[in-house]
């Protein structure tokens, strides 16, 4: 019998075998033994093919849903920076650090849910809890045209932090969920593209917005008004078509929740569990990548809060008029497309993040060396704004952090909490960031600046230092591998194309994926390969 038989033979006994309810996962196992039940330790070498095709519905089905959620939350969130070109602060009467607390409040509220997100995030569906949020955010921006001062607005922007939070962690488990390792970094740089599409299409919106008359609501006040129900109507889409997992998917035929579920085992970091496990929860905070994602986090997070609230008004600051500021913000978002897009091309096509990550660090310290030094006035406001464009090629390192985190996190709770604890850091962070820029610092902001600049260059260190981190995590496990009587040597077949990826699952032979649902952490599982330095020559040549 033909390899391509035997695989398809095995496929169909598989599926004969599978009937357990779908929608009811194992007590403490992964949710995929539901669908391959006692064959969840047996892996079927997927054709390219197939690959392939459950590949393409997955893209079809899930990313628009996920692009249209992220852009409207950056959208709903950056409102506060377009109104403040608006009067906003002038017709509410905001003094000192009032409009910076405006803009940190929101990461305030995501960094007290965030554990609470976390545990629910495990303990309900995905797709509708973060239908229910999305709906929820979008009542709150709505309500904000009715705020006056300083303590309506930052009322309603702490809740509109509050269920924004589920959002980015949702969307990590997700890709984690439905994509293989080397697919990961792609479809999140995709869905946090959205955040220069939100600056481009956000500064038109806000400009055709701000040219509205009216005797009742003021520019700001419709911005917020629009961007609210736009939401509220999206959520309803998000409920009815975002499943909660790969086993409950509706747009896919059992034998295809086989096949997406046996792509994932390449993984080795399972699907989803709705048993929250203290002793995963208890190694996530013991585990020393836990404290490196979260600096990473922290540390670029410092200048985007900043940057991203005070963005226009530095640039108000060249010299430009209020919508001239607006229109001039839409360059800056092209550049966080293109460098967000680029970033996660490059690391899945050398299959390493770290040298990525360096590289998308020096643009944004030599832009903001460059605003430190350039002087103000009408003769350099060209160089002034270039600099600025150059500063924005930082969002695209956050996605990177993000996939770098998820892909070496396994474990269902392990990897939900660690996530929740990311986006701490990057809460804290955002939080920092916009009082370390204040009106009173205009037109130079020096503060902000010198705080960006140090930022970028300790995240650059901590990239470094993760990296030969995870490298020496590869030789223990290789180790172990060994002193068990087994292979030491395996290719992480989750990295390869699609078209090799058989080829790589096969040269594993029998030690392919045996523990990938069995809801295992990356140290309990001896055959978990970490994403890092030289996982490539290690994984290949020992």
């Not at 990313?63 to 070109?85: E, R």
């Not at 978002?333 to 490059?346: H, K, N, R």
């Not at 699609?498 to 994926?513: L, M």
């Amino acid at each position: 019998m033909s390899d391509d038989k035997a695989e398809m033979g095995h496929l169909e006994a598989i599926t004969s075998a599978s009937t357990v309810d779908p929608k009811r996962p194992a007590a403490f196992g992964d949710a995929a033994q539901a669908i391959l039940g006692d064959n969840a330790h047996a892996p079927v070498i997927i054709s390219a093919e197939d690959n392939a095709r459950i590949l393409r519905k997955t893209d079809l089905w899930l990313l628009p849903i996920m692009l249209g959620i992220y852009f409207l939350q950056q959208l709903d969130k950056s409102t506060l920076s377009y109104a403040s070109v608006f009067s906003l602060v002038q017709d509410t009467g905001l003094v000192g650090y009032q409009f910076s607390a405006l803009g940190s409040i929101v990461y305030a509220a995501q960094l007290i849910w965030q554990p609470v997100s976390s545990f629910f995030l495990v303990r309900l569906p995905v797709g509708r809890w973060l239908a229910f949020n999305i709906l929820c955010w979008g009542i709150t921006l709505s309500c904000m045209t009715t705020a006056h001062n300083f303590r309506t607005l930052i009322t309603a922007r702490f809740f509109l932090g509050l269920f924004e939070a589920t959002v980015a962690p949702t969307f990590v488990t997700i890709t984690a969920m439905w994509w293989r390792r080397r697919e990961q970094t792609q479809r999140t740089t995709l869905w946090y593209s959205m955040n220069g599409l939100t600056t481009v299409i956000g500064s038109i919106m806000s400009f055709g917005l701000g040219h509205i008359h009216s005797n009742t609501l003021k520019p700001y006040q419709i911005i917020f008004l629009f961007t609210g129900i736009l939401t509220v109507v999206f959520s309803v889409v998000v409920y009815l078509v975002l499943p909660d997992s790969p086993t409950t998917a509706r747009f896919l035929t059992h034998e295809e929740k086989i096949l997406a579920v046996e792509r994932l085992r390449a993984n080795n970091t399972g699907t989803e569990t709705k048993t929250w496990k203290w002793a995963q929860a208890r190694e996530s905070l013991l585990d020393p990548k836990t404290y490196a994602w979260f600096s990473m986090l922290f540390l670029i997070s410092i200048p985007s809060g900043g940057i991203s609230t005070f963005g226009p008004l530095i640039v108000k600051s060249f010299g430009y008029n209020q919508l001239n500021t607006i229109l001039l913000q839409m360059p800056f978002g092209a550049v966080q497309i293109c460098a967000t897009l680029l970033g996660g091309y490059a690391a899945t096509r050398w299959k390493l993040k770290f040298p990525v990550l360096i590289a998308l660090t020096l643009p944004p310290i030599a832009g903001a060396a460059a605003l430190l030094h350039i002087p103000r006035g009408a003769a350099h406001k060209g160089a002034l704004l270039g600099a600025y464009y150059i500063v924005s090629f930082y969002p695209g390192i956050s996605p990177l952090i993000y996939t770098w985190s998820s892909q070496n996190t396994a474990g269902h709770t392990k990897k939900t909490l660690t996530t929740g604890i990311l986006f701490v850091g990057q809460s804290a962070g955002n939080i920092l960031g916009p009082f370390l820029y204040t009106t009173e610092q205009a037109p130079l902001y020096t503060k902000g600046l010198t705080s960006s600049l140090a930022c970028f260059a300790a995240l650059a260190a901590v990239f470094v230092a993760t990296a030969f981190y995870l490298a020496l995590l590869n030789r223990s496990h290789a180790a172990r591998r060994v002193a068990m009587g087994r292979k030491g040597a395996l290719v992480d077949a989750s990295l390869e194309r699609t078209e090799d990826a058989g080829e790589a699952q096969r040269a594993n032979g029998a030690q392919y994926g045996a523990n990938a649902f069995d809801d295992l952490t990356d140290s309990a599982n001896e055959d978990f390969i970490c994403a890092c330095l030289s996982s490539l020559y290690y994984c290949t040549r020992v």
